[in-house]
T-cell receptor, first 111, second 113 residues
């Protein structure tokens, strides 16, 4: 079945360092979504990428969708303690609205 | 003004008991979901309803039965609870099926003793 793999599983950084998480799908995706879950919280939608090669920015966050629409990345520049949490990518599986989530990357930021 | 709400937030119960979790959304969405998040934070979809109709039914034990009385509510009833059912259960909703962003509820942390 369709799989969405995400690496790394954990990332510990010093405040001010950059951070990147990578997402790979076993199949071509119509779009990819990114969510952030703060410790003890619930997943919150960040962004959706639809076009091949698309790049979108949200302040210090840069999201990319691969040319083949099978991989994606989230890059955070100059991390802050408020960036702490688990970042999930998710891709839709068929038209039923089913999202396949990656395993998540848990980011911790040391002040 | 909560968009997606769940009750209860915490649920501690004994093995073998039956329990229910309720979910309501006031976003006007017509699709609702139940997810299970295990201790390793892996999020897995369990069920999806669109306009009260069951759309997605993953490989979930028959002890789990969702019910959608209307498109703003999706409840989850669990019979004969087992230790392995301990997890955080998230309700979510979206506008239409397909490729739309999903809005998650705050979660229900279920602990089975």
């Amino acid at each position: 079945g369709q799989q969405v793999m995400q690496i790394p599983q954990y990332q510990h950084v010093q405040e001010g360092e950059d951070f990147t998480t990578y997402c790979n799908s076993s199949t071509t995706l119509s779009n990819i979504q990114w969510y952030k879950q703060r410790p003890g919280g619930h997943p919150v939608f960040l962004i959706q990428l639809v076009k091949s090669g698309e790049v979108k920015k949200q302040k210090r966050l840069t999201f990319q969708f691969g040319e083949a629409k099978k991989n994606s990345s989230l890059h955070i520049t100059a991390t802050q303690t408020t960036d702490v949490g688990t970042y999930f990518c998710a891709g839709p599986y068929n038209q039923g609205g089913k999202l396949i989530f990656g395993q998540g990357t848990e980011l911790s930021v040391k002040p | 003004d909560t968009a997606v709400s769940q009750t209860p937030k915490y649920l501690v119960t004994q093995m073998g008991n039956d329990k229910s979790i309720k979910c309501e959304q006031n976003l006007g969405h017509d699709t609702m979901y139940w997810y299970k998040q295990d201790s390793k934070k892996f999020l897995k979809i369990m069920f999806s309803y669109n306009n009260k109709e069951l759309i997605i039914n993953e490989t979930v034990p028959n002890r789990f039965s969702p019910k959608s009385p209307d498109k703003a509510h999706l409840n989850l009833h669990i019979n004969s609870l087992e230790l392995g059912d301990s997890a955080v259960y998230f309700c979510a909703s979206s506008h239409r099926q397909g490729n739309n962003e999903q809005f998650f509820g705050p979660g229900t942390r279920l602990t089975v003793l």
